[in-house]
Nanobody, 122 residues
Framework: QVQLVESGGGLVQAGGSLRLACAAS????????MGWFRQAPGKERQFVAA???????THADSVKGRFTISRDNAKNSVYLQMNSLKPEDTAVYYC????????????????WGQGTQVTVSS
């Protein structure tokens, strides 16, 4: 059974930093692309960042230069370092896994975590 468990969310002031982590189990982690998505109240789920088997990665324009995705295959984990946080970054952040290459389409991600809340106060 595949499980993705996010951690690291919380309340932070604007300009602050948080580091999200996602621990995966039940899959051959190194074979999967891993992504972070977010969903704010009343809005659609939005792509944030993804990293693939050879550590190729991509970030949404809205977070480029502020957020960095990374992975540690030895720990079956993916991380999202979030710096210079803004109130508009407030959302539930989800970790997800895909077997497809270089996709930012949420429908291509087969496995999802339950999410972690990030709240940025102004």
């Amino acid at each position: 059974q595949v499980q993705l468990v996010e951690s690291g969310g919380g309340l932070v002031q604007a300009g602050g930093s948080l580091r999200l982590a996602c621990a995966a189990s039940g899959l051959t982690f190194s074979n999967y692309g891993m992504g972070w998505f977010r969903q704010a109240p009343g809005k659609e789920r939005q792509f944030v960042a993804a990293i693939f088997r050879t550590a190729v990665n991509t970030h949404a324009d809205s977070v480029k230069g502020r957020f960095t995705i990374s992975r540690d295959n030895a720990k079956n984990s993916v991380y999202l370092q979030m710096n210079s946080l803004k109130p508009e970054d407030t959302a539930v952040y989800y970790c997800a896994a895909t077997s497809r290459w270089l996709t930012t389409d949420s429908s291509a991600y087969f496995y999802w975590g339950q999410g972690t809340q990030v709240t940025v106060s102004s």
